[in-house]
């Protein structure tokens, strides 16, 4: 408030409850900084408009690659933004995403993962901001970054080491790998003890054999799991 009047910033939707509709010449301008990836910001009292702020987020050289990268591994990628629809795309459009979501408010951000995970898919959200923590505490797996806010950090179940969303990449092809080495454990530990127990039942396995047999598929466990060390992202 100032001198009993209130002072706003916002965008679009806020400044129309105080001023009404906005004059075309400012609607095109807006328009305009949009198309360039821009977000607006209208500053007012009162019934009177003061001025217009634009901001930008810099899209990192690398998240282009990321995006592409994620692709290739088959993952549905979507983004999921605040911001209006046609900055969204703009930005969208450089990065090489198609689908987009946008002016979309914290809370729903978390209604849309919900939405997605209605239709059986498994949802990974990836934020580094304070209105991202009840979309990346919805998820099935929430990556935050690691220079992001403490909120999303803590709400994350991935925190990532610095800002390069590349290693979104990793953390999948990590986690993809590590299922397929519990999968084959768990099939050879099968096989281990499909054969020797019918065989111990009918009193054909001798003690000493049994528990060699024991400690080799314990041994091949080990040895499966640690071939993990030689992981690499193509």
Request: charged share 20%; net charge positive.
């Amino acid at each position: 408030m100032q001198g009993g009047e209130p002072v706003w910033l916002g965008n679009r939707h806020l400044a129309a409850r105080f001023i009404g509709d906005l004059p075309e010449a400012l609607q095109q301008q807006l328009g305009d900084l949009e198309l360039g990836g821009r977000t607006s910001m209208l500053l007012g009292r009162a019934t009177r408009l003061l001025g217009l702020l634009a901001v930008a987020d810099t899209v990192r050289p690398e998240a282009e690659q990321a995006v592409a990268q994620l692709r290739r591994h088959g993952v549905r990628v979507i983004l999921l933004s605040g911001d209006s629809r046609t900055t969204a795309e703009a930005i969208a459009a450089q990065l090489g995403i198609s689908e987009v979501i946008a002016e979309v408010r914290p809370a729903e951000k978390a209604g849309t993962i919900k939405s997605l995970q209605l239709t059986g898919q498994k949802v990974a959200m990836v934020g580094d901001g304070v209105n991202d923590a009840p979309a990346l505490a919805t998820a099935d797996v929430g990556i935050a970054i690691g220079s992001g806010s403490d909120v999303a950090k803590e709400a994350g179940d991935i925190i990532l080491i610095g800002n390069d969303v590349r290693q979104v990449v990793t953390a999948i092809g990590l986690s993809r790998a590590t299922m397929r080495k519990i999968r084959q454990n768990l099939f050879w530990a099968f096989i281990y003890n499909g054969i020797g127990i019918p065989i111990a039942a009918f009193g054909w396995l001798n003690p000493m054999i049994a528990g060699a047999a024991m400690a080799l598929s314990s041994l091949s466990v080990i040895v499966n799991s640690s071939l993990l060390r030689r992981f690499r992202v193509a």
